[in-house]
């Protein structure tokens, strides 16, 4: 972020199933900061426009009700969003709502604002360090084969829906990798400046760890007097 800024921001992006929202839950810990998860604001609005049976094609004529709607849910904060995250279907609604230009510029508002009261923050997402905090001062990006992003997606799914499959749930990241790439606002990119890091072979504490250790120096050197 710009110099006169009172807190630090640092991102990880990656596509679905790269381990972004664990590592990133994982490293907020460590570092005492606050974990925010950027797609939670269109999976909230994903589950708002399936329970008002609203119409994925033409969602713009119901976008007031909606943003009004998830306004009303952000009111008080992040809340606890663990029941939005084993429905597919949830995940359909709120990839065909990102793709919207005034639902992006719904949810930067709501995702900047959301920063404001801390002093450190681990943001991840699709476009989290290219789009909503472009100048934060730690970048990661994480990547993984197809393969082992899918089967961590499919037990994540089999929690919850016993009857999911393994090669289902590969086909759906393939489209979703995809359309994330080929999106008009917010694609899937490595941001610049960001470092990669593969996690097909590691687990998330591992990958964390990594994390923890290349961000705790750039803390120390470059923001240190914000603490």
């Known amino acids: 972020m710009a110099s006169e800024a009172k807190y630090v921001v640092v991102t990880i992006d990656g596509p679905s199933g790269a381990g972004k929202t664990t590592v990133g839950k994982i490293l907020a810990k460590r570092l005492n900061g606050y974990f925010l998860e950027t797609g939670a604001v269109f999976r909230v609005m994903g589950k708002i426009s399936l329970d008002n049976k609203m119409d994925l094609g033409k969602l713009e004529e119901r976008s007031?009700?909606?943003?009004?709607?998830?306004?009303?849910?952000?009111?008080?904060?992040?809340?606890?969003?663990?029941h939005y995250y084993g429905s597919e279907e949830i995940a359909l609604a709120a990839s065909c709502i990102a793709v919207e230009a005034w639902a992006r510029r719904f949810a930067l508002g709501v995702q900047r604002k959301m920063v404001e009261e801390h002093k450190l923050i681990v943001a991840s997402g699709r476009d989290a360090g290219s789009v909503i905090f472009p100048n934060a001062h730690i970048k990661f990006f994480l990547t993984a084969s197809i393969n082992a992003r899918a089967k961590r997606r499919y037990m994540e799914l089999c929690r919850v829906n016993k009857g999911v499959e393994l090669k289902v749930v590969k086909e759906y990241l393939i489209k979703r990798d995809k359309s994330d790439a080929s999106r008009e606002y917010g694609p899937l990119v490595i941001p610049e400046g960001a470092k990669v890091v593969d996690t097909t072979h590691s687990g998330?504490?591992?990958?964390?760890?990594?994390?923890?250790?290349?961000?705790?120096?750039?803390?120390q050197h470059e923001v240190g007097m914000l603490f």
């Open 204 to 219: 998330a504490e591992k990958v964390a760890e990594i994390l923890y250790r290349l961000t705790m120096p750039r803390i």
């Open 64 to 82: 007031k009700e909606l943003i009004s709607a998830t306004s009303a849910f952000f009111a008080h904060g992040f809340v606890s969003l663990d």
